[in-house]
């Protein structure tokens, strides 16, 4: 059914990871399907929610990048698929605008997403999610 699915992955939320393991594992069924698992690193919110600029006593990027992409590839195991059918990525920059561009990238078409963290009010769609359904080309499964 579909060739490119695209999983964005907040590694700090498991909760909303574990939402999302079934649908992802039910929508893979063809040797030919792809998934995408992408991992947005917020750097510069980060840094900036410090109030500090780059220094030497930080992680550089790419250390941070580093990191993130283990914990992305740990985190991916959990969903049990072939290893030929998925590939992971890490962006860095506001995890809605890198999602939506990364799934233009790579023509995807499908996006699977958690709604929300589970402990915020199920009438709400996360920030995030809500603007990935907005903005997105493809078909969107929002996961509830
Ligand atoms: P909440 O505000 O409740 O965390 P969000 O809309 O931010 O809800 O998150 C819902 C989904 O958005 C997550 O399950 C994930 O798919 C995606 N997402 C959020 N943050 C990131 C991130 N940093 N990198 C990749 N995907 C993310």
Redesign the pocket.
């Known amino acids: 059914m579909y060739s490119s699915i695209l999983?964005?992955?907040?590694?700090?939320?498991e909760d909303?990871?574990n939402?999302?393991i079934p649908y992802v594992q039910t929508h893979a069924v063809l040797n030919t399907t792809k998934v995408h698992f992408?991992?947005?690193?917020?750097f510069h919110s980060f840094y900036t929610s410090l109030g500090l600029a780059y220094s030497a006593e930080m992680p550089s990027i790419n250390e941070i990048r580093q990191s993130a992409l283990s914990k992305l590839n740990e985190i991916v195991k959990q969903f049990r698929l072939p290893v030929e059918k998925i590939e992971t990525h890490i962006a860095d920059g506001s995890?809605k605008d890198?999602?939506l561009k990364f799934a233009h990238k790579i023509g995807a078409d499908l996006i699977i997403?958690?709604?929300?963290?589970p402990n915020?009010t199920t009438y709400l769609?996360?920030?995030?999610?809500?603007d990935?359904v907005r903005h997105a080309k493809c078909p969107v499964l929002v996961v509830r």
């Open positions: 999983v964005p992955i907040d590694i700090a939320e909303l990871t939402m999302v992408l991992a947005v690193v917020p995890p890198q999602i997403i958690a709604s929300h963290r915020i769609l996360g920030s995030n999610a809500a990935v």
